[in-house]
């Protein structure tokens, strides 16, 4: 990634950091599209990738629902599978979606 898109991306991060009281080591909940992605395109170390675009530490969050989408996928999936099993599995996920108006 460029230099320009990182310092963009760790910007948008400082300005969270401070509005909204977010802080490291984030936590961030991958869906199976992000999985597949990572090993199609050859990311194996998702969690140093990501770190280095948000500037803090990461940990990598999956679902039981997300290991459960890949596998009926059929045995094609089956890496990929592997690859959502060895993240950490989330018990229970709480989003909360704000949404502002803009005037």
């Given at each position: 990634m460029r230099v320009k898109k990182q310092k963009h991306h760790r910007r948008a991060v400082r300005f969270y950091t401070a509005c909204y009281g977010?802080?490291?080591?984030?936590?961030?909940?991958?869906?199976?599209?992000?999985?597949?992605?990572?090993l199609a395109n050859g990311i194996t170390l998702a969690d140093s990738a990501l770190a280095n675009i948000l500037g803090a530490t990461v940990k990598i969050f999956t679902t039981r629902c997300v290991t459960e989408?890949?596998?009926?996928?059929?045995?094609?999936?089956?890496?990929?599978?592997?690859?959502?099993?060895?993240l950490i599995t989330a018990r229970s996920v709480l989003l909360i979606v704000r949404s502002t108006v803009v005037h």
């Open positions: 977010f802080r490291g080591p984030f936590k961030i909940l991958c869906d199976g599209t992000f999985v597949y992605h990572l989408e890949l596998r009926s996928l059929g045995d094609s999936y089956s890496d990929f599978v592997n690859a959502a099993r060895n």
